[in-house]
């Protein structure tokens, strides 16, 4: 049974940098076909892609949050780590962590989301 | 990258049927084949109910279909019951370097 389960701060400070870690169980992360991506959705609005890495390390991001994220695994721990610099209010948000093992463009397996708050 | 535009609510009666748009581009809806769809009831995590324009995963009741054509794909709910009360978001591909853009959101009300 595929879980992932994601952890880190409920509350930021404006300007500080978030880290969340998402730990999968369940199956490898070096398993061939793993894509996990990062999803993200502020309270009443959309959902909003963020990130993706894949089995062979390559890495992905969204083109308006490029520069403030950084996507990595550890595959000794079967974890994803995102991290965002220069937190603001308006990146309030649950944030998800979901993955595919099927080498594909879509996301059958999804964490239970976080929560966070950015505010001084 | 825009996001894909839904309609923001659609509402049924019970066991009618019920079809929410999502309306891209050349760039992703209408150019590659790898539009899904998930379902997100309050609080919850997304559900995945539509992979790759047409497929329901294992475990996904049949009353749900995709399709698509042209610019827009489209998910159909038949035989509309109070458990689909839920969000829906259509997702999809995209060849701009964003590699993927949701739509909108649309609310499904069982009346």
């Known amino acids: 049974q595929v879980t992932l389960k994601e952890s880190g701060p409920a509350l930021v400070k404006p300007t500080q940098t978030l880290t969340l870690t998402c730990t999968f169980s369940g199956f490898s992360l070096s398993s061939s076909g793993m894509r996990a991506s990062w999803i993200r959705q502020p309270p009443g609005k959309a959902l909003e892609w963020l990130a993706r890495i894949d089995w062979d390390d390559d890495k992905f991001y969204s083109t308006s949050l490029k520069t403030r994220l950084t996507i990595s695994k550890d595959t000794s721990k079967n974890q994803v780590v995102l991290t965002m610099t220069n937190m603001d209010p308006v990146d309030t948000a649950t944030y998800y962590c979901?993955?595919?093992?099927?080498?594909?463009?879509?996301?059958?397996?999804w964490g239970q989301g976080t929560l966070v708050t950015v505010s001084s | 990258q825009s996001a894909l535009t839904q309609p923001a609510s659609v509402s049924g009666s019970p066991g009618q049927s019920i079809t929410i748009s999502c309306t891209g581009t050349?760039?992703?809806?209408?150019?590659?084949?790898?539009v899904s769809w998930y379902q997100q009831h309050p609080g919850k995590a997304p559900k995945l109910m539509i992979f790759?324009?047409?497929n329901r995963p294992s475990g996904v009741s049949n009353r749900f279909s995709g399709s698509k054509s042209g610019n827009t794909a489209s998910l159909t709910i038949s035989g509309l019951q109070a458990e689909d009360e839920a969000d829906y978001y259509c997702?999809?591909?995209?060849?701009?370097?964003?590699?993927?853009?949701f739509g909108t959101g649309t609310k499904v009300t069982v009346l």
């Open positions: 997702n999809s591909y995209t060849s701009s370097s964003t590699l993927y853009v």
């Open positions: 979901a993955c595919t093992v099927a080498d594909a463009y879509y996301c059958d397996y």
């Open positions: 050349s760039s992703d809806v209408g150019g590659y084949d790898y």
């Open positions: 790759e324009v047409t």
